[in-house]
């Protein structure tokens, strides 16, 4: 199956008892674009998800039931290896959570391992579009998602936060509208959908 069928199947189960539709669609995205990489890289799904088996085995309980014995498999499976990059990311996300729910949690972890990959962060989360993105971030991620009063790219305004935080200075100009790269920061971000072209590849 294509990262797009799956995620069509997730949705066509998913309970929402512990989240609503949008929530639903933004897991079953991240698991779907997880599942399909890890099959072509031959890799474990928590490479490419962020989360160990038994915690995905309690995703799909709690979100996809009908999806239980697909992820009941993962069981066991380590959580990755992460490096320090992700690492930040991952206590960045996880202290900034709206509620700090264990939903949020879930999220956090999975947004820092799919922000390794070389697209824009809401392709890589295989979202519909940066919108989506935005909107998950002012539901889950409030505190952090309200300094981004510029409207920076996600995926750059994490990163320099977190050099902020730490006391580096990322940049050399006191003022972006200044800088040779600002497109790079505040540029367009549009985009092929992830799972949009798994399903024009099938085609």
Excluded: Y
């Excluded at 609503?20 to 799904?45: K, T």
């Excluded at 038994?54 to 009941?72: C, K, N, Q, Y």
């Amino acid at each position: 199956m294509e990262a797009a069928d799956v995620h069509a199947w997730l949705m066509a189960g998913g309970n929402g008892g512990i989240c609503d539709r949008f929530d639903a669609h933004v897991f079953a995205s991240v698991l779907s674009i997880g599942l399909c990489e890890s099959n072509q890289r031959a890799c474990p799904v928590p490479d490419t998800v962020g989360l160990d088996g038994d915690t995905l085995g309690e995703v799909a309980a709690r979100i996809f039931p009908h999806a239980s014995s697909l992820f009941g498999r993962l069981a066991g499976l380590a959580e990755p290896d992460r490096g320090e990059d992700e690492q930040c990311l991952r206590d960045l996300l996880r202290s900034c959570t709206s509620e700090g729910s264990t939903t949020e949690l879930w999220l956090a972890d999975m947004m820092a391992r799919r922000a390794m990959a070389p697209n824009h962060l809401w392709q890589d989360l295989g979202l519909r579009g940066r919108r989506e993105l935005s909107w998950l971030m002012e539901r889950h991620f409030e505190p952090i998602a309200r300094r981004n009063t510029a409207d920076m790219k996600w995926k750059k305004f994490l990163f320099r936060t977190i050099c902020r935080d730490e006391g580096f200075r990322l940049c050399t100009v006191p003022v972006c509208d200044d800088c040779d790269d600002f497109d790079e920061c505040f540029g367009d971000e549009s985009g092929e959908s992830l799972l949009a072209r798994s399903l024009r590849d099938t085609h």
